[in-house]
């Protein structure tokens, strides 16, 4: 509806919605309704040496950096919030398989745009875009940089739409946010950017707080009594007053289950009457770019003194009370909550003020490394000690299952990367028990890699390649998202920290470490499963993991 902040303010403030019937599309057989931009917008803005995905990355970037060119500096990193980045591509066999590394994306666009340092990629499902910002805060709180960019992107394929088909998510109408005759979510694209820095200038906004929490309930299904959005929520009002909110920004996908655990996480941190709202009937459902798409919008509707209305609303249909309205509001309240939720479990929330008093503090935190565990395609080692295995490959990763575990079958369901993750988590938290330390529920966990999902992508592709035999299976589709590995681990051990997914153009342990310090930052988190869980193929993996403990 815009190219710019302004442009797609004013386009909502009319009602305008970028919504379209589609009765099918180019490997979509089936009709649907999505926020697609059209071939003339991204050929005017295609980048001869980018993907589409890359471009609009970019474009979105520099027109959130042209007027401040100042921080293009050593201390300035580029955060890409995305949950699929260049997976379209994967139906062409025609192109380079490596050119789906969303690291290496990341690289090119850092690399475009003049930066040094290298790129992170957050990859946590739907919550990306606001797991990205916290992490932006995190980093220039704890002096590891001085300005962030923060970009979301995502575009769509019949890769994602095919996907959310087969889990009967999605809507053949226009989605209707808590609405009591909704029927699912409409999927969008976007690209939008935030600039975050060290430097405070009068009348700037802040990230005051910023929380994720995993529930543990289930990889695809949100907790029916929204535990993990309520702990967010609860979280974000320890340091802020809720007469203080001018709205909180749901995430409003208009599914079923979800809207109703939203309405409940609400109205149980005591937020029923505070003005709440749902953009998604404007742009769709835009995955990696909703959490930062959706804050910038509340961003300057509230400086505008204005609460956004949800657009298709009229009944309300979840048991939680939640104050809704399809009309615009008036506010003079100077903050605002952005919560989200996504697969895996996670869920998170942002406070975002324009006065908020409380001194920024730099953050130092320390942490040691209890237990290590190594686990690749035809070694294993615990503490620095080598295991004799007698398998390799896939067979080396079920034979652990059967002498490790045996008794969770639910690991013969899962993909490739999440058994790797898995059995060598397992097999840390062993070696942790039987030194007599308690597993904690507040424990967070963070996986690193530079390939996602790869191998499973593939074999997803392998379901939809054929219009003639299209069988797109959702627990397959599911799995195409290399944050579930954290959620399974969530689901097995109760854990209800931060849970969260990075990805990198490579094996770097200085940003690892970086990262899984500024999970420390978070009060409540005293350990973390971290390291690096990355599948290859069959003959190629490796999980070098460890467990973190705070020491200050």
Known sequence: MGFTTEEN?????????????????????????????TKEQIDGLKEEDLTRFESLAYHSIMSAITSHLEIISERTVLILSSTKGNVGVLQDTENDKNIINLGEAARKISDKIGLSQSPIVVSNACISGVSAIILATRLIDAD????????????????????????????????????????????????????????????????????????????????PKGEGAFQTLSKILEVTSIDDIAVVNAHGTATMYNDQMESKAISRAGLSDVPANALKGYFGHTMGAAGVLETILTMRSVSEGIVLGTRNFEELGVSGKVNLSSLEQQTNKPSFVKMISGFGGGNASILVSRNYKSERKQLKNQFKISHRVILTQDSLSVDGESVKVEHSGDKLLTALYKEQLGDYPKFYKMDSLSKLGFIASEILLQTENAKDIENTPSRGIAFFNSHASHGTDMAYVDTIRDKDNFFPSPSLFVYTLPNIVTGELAIRHHLLGETAFYILPNKDWNRITDIIECMFCDEQTDSVIGGWVEYINSTSFEANIFIANKTN
């Open 9 to 37: 303010f004013q386009a909502v403030r009319l009602g305008k919605t970028a919504l379209r019937h589609f009765d099918s599309a180019d490997g979509i057989p089936f009709p649907f309704t999505a926020s697609l931009f």
């Open 144 to 223: 590891k940089t001085d300005n962030v960019i923060v970009c979301g992107v995502d575009e769509q394929s019949p890769f994602i739409i095919s996907g959310f088909e087969s889990l009967k998510a999605l809507s053949e109408s226009e989605c209707r946010p808590f609405d009591i005759e909704r029927l699912g979510l409409n999927l969008g694209e976007a690209a939008a950017t935030l600039v975050l820095s060290k430097q405070n200038s009068e009348d700037c906004w802040q990230i005051a707080d910023g929380i994720i929490r995993n529930d543990g309930f289930h990889i695809s299904s949100p907790s």
